[in-house]
């Protein structure tokens, strides 16, 4: 028998009160789907990350995932935040299910670190004017179109 996989259905919420690793996947597919499954991975271990350092990136998984402005994926203006509401509108199963095992496998510990201990990330579209932040932060490794940070 298959593990059934929760998929979200189009409503209008906040997030808040999805179930976590339907959220966890949510972000993953939303900020990585287009990517390998190492930069899907190193996506989910941001938020891991974050999550293990606590203190202003949120005391709890949920907290950090709905963090405002913290995953574009989740900006009530960004486009994908309409998406992830309905994901296999815009997508095969297949890839939100990757999305999902990986979520699953990295909030368990069962997949290594590919960031360094990474908290932050941008993507390629950024390079040449990249988000104040990464001055502040050490470069860590680049991983399919994004560059990570701790």
Same mark, same amino acid.
């Given at each position: 028998?298959?593990?059934?996989?929760?998929?979200?259905?189009?409503?209008?919420?906040? /997030?808040?009160?999805?179930?976590?690793?339907?959220?966890?996947?949510?972000?993953?597919?939303?900020?990585?789907?287009?990517?390998?499954?190492?930069?899907?991975?190193?996506?989910?271990?941001?938020?891991?990350?974050?999550?293990?350092?606590?203190?202003?990136?949120?005391?709890?998984?949920?907290?950090?995932?709905?963090?405002?402005?913290? /995953?574009?994926?989740?900006?009530?203006?960004?486009?994908?935040?309409?998406?992830?509401?309905?994901?296999?509108?815009?997508?095969?199963?297949?890839?939100?299910?990757?999305?999902?095992?990986?979520?699953?496998?990295?909030?368990?510990?069962?997949?290594?670190?590919?960031?360094?201990?990474?908290?932050?990330?941008?993507?390629?579209?950024?390079?040449?004017?990249?988000?104040?932040?990464?001055?502040?932060?050490?470069?860590?490794?680049?991983?399919?179109?994004?560059? /990570?940070?701790?």
């Amino acid at each position: 028998m298959k593990k059934a996989i929760p998929v979200p259905v189009p409503v209008p919420d906040d /997030f808040k009160h999805w179930p976590l690793m339907m959220l966890y996947t949510a972000v993953i597919w939303g900020e990585a789907r287009g990517e390998s499954n190492k930069a899907k991975i190193a996506v989910a271990w941001v938020i891991r990350n974050r999550f293990i350092r606590n203190g202003w990136f949120g005391d709890s998984l949920r907290a950090v995932l709905t963090k405002k402005y913290q /995953f574009s994926c989740l900006n009530p203006n960004d486009v994908n935040s309409q998406k992830v509401r309905n994901p296999l509108y815009w997508d095969d199963f297949k890839v939100w299910a990757e999305c999902y095992e990986i979520a699953e496998k990295v909030h368990n510990g069962e997949i290594k670190d590919p960031t360094g201990g990474a908290t932050h990330y941008f993507d390629k579209s950024l390079k040449d004017n990249p988000p104040y932040w990464a001055k502040k932060l050490t470069f860590t490794k680049k991983i399919g179109s994004f560059y /990570f940070y701790k």
